[in-house]
């Protein structure tokens, strides 16, 4: 029988993590680029250092087995830009600069304390 889990919290964790999470913590950089410029887009802004950032901040802390961090497209919400987005919480960051990359990784990724600080407030738009 097969058992829907929603974020994974399901109590049927498997090595701390969901069953079907790969890692204990996945990260989303946008790096979209509008041609147009119709809209704000988070690569204007800083293009793919972002997600370089995230990477190697993974890797120094030895956590590239557990945890990954990728690029990313639109995720329509780019006035709030740069954006992230940490997985399985669906966290989601805005206005992220590379100086704020150590503490999302020590803080949220480590040790599982969202930097409340860049979480964007949806309540506030929509
Ligand atoms: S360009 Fe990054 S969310 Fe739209």
């Known amino acids: 029988m097969t058992k829907i889990v929603i974020f994974g919290q399901s109590?049927?964790?498997?090595?701390?993590?969901?069953?079907?999470?790969?890692?204990?913590?996945h990260v989303f950089v946008c790096i979209n680029e509008r041609q147009d410029a119709s809209r704000k887009?988070?690569?204007?802004?800083?293009?793919?250092a972002l997600v370089t950032a995230m990477k190697k901040q993974i890797k120094d802390n030895g956590l590239k087995i557990r945890m990954?961090?990728?690029k990313a497209g639109c995720m329509d919400i780019c006035e709030?830009?740069?954006?992230?987005?940490?997985y399985p919480e669906g966290v989601f960051y805005g206005k992220v600069q590379l100086s704020d990359v150590p503490e999302i990784v020590e803080s949220h990724l480590i040790n599982n304390k969202p930097v409340e600080r860049l979480i964007i407030d949806f309540?506030?738009?929509?």
Do not use: W
């Open 123 to 126: 309540g506030k738009d929509h």
């Open 68 to 70: 990954r961090a990728q």
């Open 80 to 86: 709030h830009g740069p954006n992230v987005v940490v």
């Open 11 to 25: 109590p049927d964790k498997i090595n701390g993590i969901g069953p079907f999470m790969k890692y204990e913590k």
């Open 41 to 48: 887009s988070c690569g204007e802004a800083t293009g793919l």
